[in-house]
């Protein structure tokens, strides 16, 4: 399952996701809004933890959300296309799988997920019924069927059992798999260069202006005249009940 890429053409592929990742991801925190975001957080925890500027309460906003956003953003925009990119096989046309590798004797199905911590008991069944979907739509192939779930980061390796189909790969491990290159997940990281760096001021510049929008906004909203958190309203906002 070989296809070479040298180091030039690895960089300018990573350039390039890189450059989608910071699109998406500066988008997504430009248009972002404080409330939405506050409905999702746990005001009793801001309280409990002494929580008492209306700064320390948006940067941690910020923070998680963007945490977790960060997560998937990169899934999509940057491991996906690279895996994509550096198999042997072809995009594939079947619900839950990202890549097929097909040769004369078997075919491989192959799921890119971006670390295992993302794939819960409920995902991996839901996986596990689209893959045998796909092996029984291949039966009249009479080809060995490979069923894979391929994670971008991490250690974890494991085998198929009498209740799911599919063996799970992550890091070095299925870099390799993908690729045939043992090195490869060393060179993807390498091929980062100084990106990071460039795109780094201009997403500083919208957490700055996300700080100050959201601060300006629970200031109006949450704060008492002399400046205060009004913990009432803003457990209200978050977890009272709302008029039908």
Known sequence: ??????????????????????????????????????????PYLFRAIGMAEASEIVEQLLAAYMSSSDEGIFGDAFFEPVAKHV?????????GVDIAIETSASYTAIAVKSGPSVFNAQSKRRQNDEFMAVRSRLLKLHKRFEAVVGYCYGCKVSRTSSSRIFIELAGQTFWQKLTGDSEFYLRLMAAMKDAPLRHKAKFQESWSNAVNRFTRDFTCEFCCPDGAIDWEKLVTFNSGCKDS
């Open 87 to 95: 198999s042997a096989g072809k995009v594939s046309p079947s619900e």
């Open 1 to 42: 399952m070989s296809r070479c890429i040298d180091n030039k053409n690895l960089e300018i592929l990573v350039q390039q996701c890189l450059d989608e990742f910071y699109r998406r991801r500066i988008e997504k925190l430009d248009g972002l809004k404080l409330k939405d975001a506050l409905k999702r957080k746990n």
